[in-house]
């Protein structure tokens, strides 16, 4: 694996973070905003986890358009 990484350039490098390291940021990041908040119903929280891991990034894509709308402020 380090060999790997000595190998790359800085182009290759920088499309490897973002076909590889951003499309798994991306739900992890909308995961932990979802457990941090809470939700009008109690199983909107587990929905939307579930709609997050299943989609992936459309998943984060509709929380963002739907999903925050129905948090508690």
Do not use: H
């Not at 790997?4 to 590889?20: H, I």
């Not at 992936?56 to 948090?71: D, K």
Request: with cysteine; charged share 15%; proline share 3%.
């Amino acid at each position: 694996m380090i060999a790997f990484l000595d190998t790359l350039a800085g182009t290759e490098f920088v499309f490897l973070l973002l076909f590889l390291l951003i499309p798994v940021l991306i739900p992890v990041i909308a995961l932990i905003d979802i457990l941090r908040s809470e939700f009008r119903q109690s199983t909107d929280k587990l929905i939307w986890v579930i709609v997050v891991l299943c989609l992936n990034i459309v998943g984060v894509l509709l929380y963002a358009m739907i999903g925050r709308n129905q948090r508690i402020e």
